[in-house]
């Protein structure tokens, strides 16, 4: 089993920057890739980025490229995407989620934190 808590959310203003964080916890957690993935209804969920187990193998949405750069702390089971430049399209909940496969669909994630909002103003 897999725990997964984001942290690090909220309200900062365009072309301001944020860094999340994804705690993972359970003995597989290492094991997996994680990914982001955000949600501003009535859209729908949407990838963000991923990153392999041992942090060296890095995706991003086209969203995403050139502002946001996803890292990992093996040591400390957490996850980072920095996001630099924000704009306000980037409002949403975002989303860890953990598996076995990195991939850009949601479905082949295993597990998944609660969320944490990011607001852009402008």
């Known amino acids: 089993q897999v725990q997964l808590v984001e942290s690090g959310g909220g309200l900062v203003q365009v072309g301001g920057s944020l860094r999340l964080s994804c705690a993972g916890s359970?003995?597989?957690?290492?094991?997996?890739?994680v990914a982001w993935f955000r949600q501003a209804p009535p859209k729908e969920r949407e990838y963000v980025s991923a990153?392999?187990?041992?942090?060296?193998?890095?995706a991003y949405a086209d969203s995403a490229k050139g502002r946001f750069t996803i890292s990992r702390d093996i040591t400390k089971n957490t996850v980072y995407p920095q996001m630099n430049n924000l704009k306000p399209e980037d409002t949403a909940i975002y989303y860890c989620?953990?598996?076995?496969?990195?991939?850009?669909?949601?479905?082949?994630?295993?597990?998944w934190g609660q969320g944490t909002q990011v607001t852009v103003s402008s």
């Open positions: 990153i392999g187990t041992r942090g060296l193998t890095t």
């Open positions: 989620a953990s598996g076995e496969i990195m991939s850009a669909r949601a479905f082949i994630y295993d597990y």
């Open positions: 359970g003995e597989i957690f290492s094991k997996h890739t």
